[in-house]
């Protein structure tokens, strides 16, 4: 027999093994995501994937799926905290979408576009932060990384280099990268690395692969991250 | 400031990796002397730890970044950290430090041009009861006032060593105020454990049950339940189960004495003075969940401890209470290792101390699972607090109705209180649980008392109407902090240290708390400066919500605490700050025009606002 949990009235049948979002993806119902990447191991740093089970809020990413578990996921309360999560994340970095090669393919963009972000609400903080073009083939801009270390798990989870980690800590948390001159042109990093691939945001970019689709066609320009995310029309 | 060559830094480390060996949970140790040898940790000691330890660069790198005492760019050789929480500032902290800086030529935040010596703030050192305090390059300084910083000075610019500088200057007191059960009468080192050893493991854990200790450091998760969760979980590798050198399944203790609560002190006296009776609750704990080594994890601001501690550890190695066939008895093994922090609060949630323990950045765990199954090194571990350790000592000597019959019901026992602020004789009180407010003030010498921050800024602030509230898991739980605030004290000022706590603490792991904390200190600061606004207040509210409801860990869930209590309960305290104004600017426009007004030599009435 299978078993199951309920998501917003749903009965969503899970495995042994399978968290929340898992059973939720299998059964091709959205929870709104940034660190969450399926190939990768869990990592729970974002939030937006917070749904309330049983009257507790846990982040549906890392907690396993159990038997009994009644999941809100799709309700205006939880909506309004990811809104406010994704404008805190827009305002703690410096996301210039218009001038930014991701537009339209950038999962930070399409989550906001889906949760119906207007405004940036908070004060922008405007730090400053380095780019680092010194890789033939990848540019690291600082400026759009939101911590979610899908690059730092791909790297050593699947290409063993180990290129990228976090330092510091709060809100001076930086991404850094294995070298001794701490540039990324300096470490073992290859574009065909799937840490290079990752990124949900404009930080990492692989180089001279600029505007192949033009903006207005590109993939959240057409479609919903919720429908690319489920397979509703994936392309 | 001075270079370093690559053979120096060769030659300097040599030693020091030598003696922590191989196992990469050391790294946070090797950090720490390598930032007390060099001032800071140069980064091709960076490369050099790594390769030694086979891990990647961006580990050490990590590390080194995350934890407030290790610094990768140089700080001064002389390194003061006056401690930031509320009750030095009450007791003149910011003055002490300006006047310290005016003195040295330094600005605070910066090292000087000789690179000789560097001042700025840290987060509370656990001095509150006889502040205003301050770190040396790690040594406490006390009862700071001007005649001591200018002998400090002095001694700074004759560049004598730390070493060398007058004792008087680290004197540390106990200020035992007030004992009961835990600390009047003391333990003779062995009893407890040789208790255990005739009733039986199990039977002890049937007495911990009784007596219904509840963890002493804050939470108030029932310690029994702990130890038998523990007790029953095994860690598997392929199929097999993990031993530990003696064939038994590899079970840890560690004693969480990361007392970063500013405002908490108690764990300070406990070491300084029974640390015996803390060793034998770990050890009794060993005995009953299957453990045979245990860690004190010990915060970095009581790095003075550490030499009192190892040798404490050491008689009682030698005295038969720790090490192989404890007390004669075959087959029971136990051992403590001393693990120093560096400065970061975080670590004292079990979770990101496990982290810590094994090296790496104080980052909370998802769980689950949690560490009673999978702990230090995915082993099941028990993290308790350090008066834990303490009670469940005496229970095991005494028995677990002995110590049920004191307290409450639901709050067992006693509890030792880390009293400051506006009182006649601040230190450390030992009450019965179920103890008022109000009677505490009354004994500790209150003045004119108005507000009390129970258990530091993640507890709870409380106003004058509700003094005859108890101390209790059911009323008031604590874990120790106890700031008494008289009525010209500023609400307001009181919270917006704690948001700045906050801030400096978050690990930054969680967006709603690396952004949310930042935040919140922003707007604390707007209205601080005299721009704040209503809607401030309404932003204020539902940032504390979203730090409330989606945060990764109790330091996110609580940093909203300090802010919320004051807009409730102390209504003018901000009221009072914000403009009458239906509109104010977020910021000074006619100061904007500042820097045009230099550049273009205009004063006049068309260049201002």
């Known amino acids: 027999m299978s078993k199951n949990i309920i998501i917003d009235g749903l009965t969503v049948p899970f495995q042994e093994g399978q968290t929340i979002m898992d059973a939720a993806m299998a059964a091709g119902l959205y929870i709104p995501h940034l660190c ?200 | ?285 060993a005995r009953v969940v299957g453990a045979s080594k245990g860690f004190l994890y010990l915060r970095g601001e009581y790095r003075y401890l550490l030499e009192p501690l190892e040798k404490g550890l050491q008689k009682r190695r030698e005295a038969g209470l720790l090490g192989d066939n404890i007390l004669g008895k075959a087959g029971f093994s136990f051992d403590i290792e001393i693990h120093l922090g560096a400065g970061a609060y975080i670590c004292g949630e079990e979770s990101a101390l496990i982290e810590s323990l094994e090296g790496k950045r104080g980052r909370p765990r998802n769980r689950p699972p949690f560490p009673v199954t999978h702990g230090y090194k995915g082993r099941p571990t028990v993290v308790d607090n350090v008066e834990t350790f303490a009670c469940a000592a005496k229970i095991a000597e005494k028995g677990g109705a002995w110590f049920a019959a004191m307290g409450t019901a639901q709050s067992t026992g006693t509890k030792l209180l880390s009293i400051s602020g506006d009182c006649a004789s601040p230190g450390i009180y030992e009450y019965p649980f179920g103890v008022t407010v109000r009677q505490i003030l009354a004994d500790c010498g209150a003045r004119d008392p108005y507000a009390v921050q129970v258990s530091g800024p993640s507890g709870a602030m409380i106003s004058w109407k509700e003094f005859d509230r108890k101390i209790a898991f059911e009323d008031l739980p604590t874990a120790g902090a106890f700031m008494v605030f008289q009525r010209k004290r500023d609400p307001f000022q009181i919270a917006l240290n704690f948001v700045h706590f906050f801030a400096h603490e978050s690990c930054g792991f969680c967006t709603p708390c690396r952004v949310g904390t930042e935040l919140q200190k922003k707007i604390m600061d707007k209205i601080a400066s005299g721009h704040g606004t209503a809607s401030d207040l309404e932003e204020l509210k539902s940032l504390g919500h979203i730090l409330k409801t989606m945060s990764h860990c109790g330091l996110g869930s609580s940093a909203a605490n300090p802010v919320l209590d004051m807009l409730e309960k102390f209504p003018d305290a901000y009221e009072r700050k914000l403009k009458e104004l239906a509109f104010e600017p977020a910021f000074d426009l006619d100061g904007a025009l500042e820097t045009a007004r230099k550049i273009t030599g205009r004063d006049d009435d068309w260049a201002h606002l």
Not at chain 1, 129 to 156: F, G, Q, T
Not at chain 2, 160 to 179: G, Q, T, Y
Not at chain 2, 196 to 224: C, H, I, P, Q, Y
């Open chain 1, 36 to 235: 969450h990447n399926p190939e990768f191991k869990p990592h729970g740093s974002c939030k937006l994937c917070t749904v309330n089970v049983n009257g507790r809020n846990v982040a549906s990413c890392t907690m396993p799926a159990a038997e009994g578990q009644q999941v809100l996921n799709d309700i205006a309360e939880l909506n309004a905290e990811r809104l406010a999560l994704t404008q805190m994340l827009f305002v703690e970095g410096n996301h210039l979408c218009p001038a930014c090669e991701k537009s339209g393919n950038c999962n930070l963009q399409g989550v906001a576009y889906y949760l119906g972000m207007m405004s940036p609400h908070y004060n922008h903080f405007y730090p400053a932060r380095e780019v680092d073009a010194s890789h033939p083939d990848i540019l690291l801009d600082r400026n759009r990384c939101i911590y979610c270390e899908l690059c730092v798990r791909a790297s050593r989870d699947v290409d063993g280099k180990n290129v990228f980690g976090l330092t510091d800590r709060g809100i001076m948390t930086r991404l850094i990268v294995n070298a001794t001159s701490g540039l990324l042109g300096d470490t073992s990093l290859a574009a065909t690395d799937k840490a290079a691939q990752v990124c949900p945001t404009g930080a990492l970019l692989v180089k001279r692969k600029g505007f192949a689709v033009p903006i207005g066609s590109r993939i959240f320009d057409r479609h919903t991250i919720k429908d690319v995310q489920t397979g509703g029309s994936h392309e």
């Open chain 2, 1 to 285: 400031m001075q270079q370093f060559e690559f053979s120096d830094i060769s030659r300097m480390l040599t030693p020091i990796l030598a003696r922590h060996g191989g196992d990469a949970s050391r790294l946070l140790q090797v950090l720490l002397e390598v930032q007390d040898a060099c001032h800071t940790i140069p980064s091709e000691a960076i490369d050099h730890i790594a390769a030694h330890f086979d891990v990647p660069r961006v580990n050490v790198e990590g590390v080194a970044g995350f934890y407030s005492f290790l610094s990768t760019r140089p700080v001064g050789e002389y390194r003061m950290l006056f401690s930031g929480n509320i009750t030095d500032q009450m007791l003149g902290k910011d003055d002490l430090m300006q006047y310290l800086c005016n003195k040295l030529w330094v600005e605070p935040g910066k090292v000087s041009e000789d690179g000789l010596v560097s001042v700025d703030s840290t987060s509370c050192t656990g001095m509150c009861d006889q502040g205003p305090a301050a770190l040396v390059n790690g040594w406490p300084l006390t009862s700071l006032d001007q005649n001591r910083l200018d002998l400090i000075c002095e001694l700074i610019r004759s560049r004598k060593p730390v070493a060398e500088w007058p004792p008087m200057l680290f004197e540390v007191v106990d200020n035992i105020r007030r004992s009961d059960a835990l600390l009047g009468e003391p333990l003779v080192p062995g009893n407890g454990i040789r208790a255990v050893l005739t009733r039986g493991a199990k039977e002890t854990l049937a007495e911990m049950d009784k007596s219904n200790l509840r963890g002493r450091g804050g939470a108030g998760f029932k310690t029994a339940s702990k130890w038998s969760f523990c007790h029953a979980a095994i860690a598997e590798e392929e199929g097999s189960v993990i031993c530990d050198i003696n064939g038994h399944p590899e079970r840890y203790i560690v004693c969480n004495a990361d007392e970063g609560e500013p405002g908490t002190f108690k764990d300070r006296v406990l070491l300084n003075s029974y640390a015996d009776l803390v060793f034998e609750g770990m050890t009794v704990g």
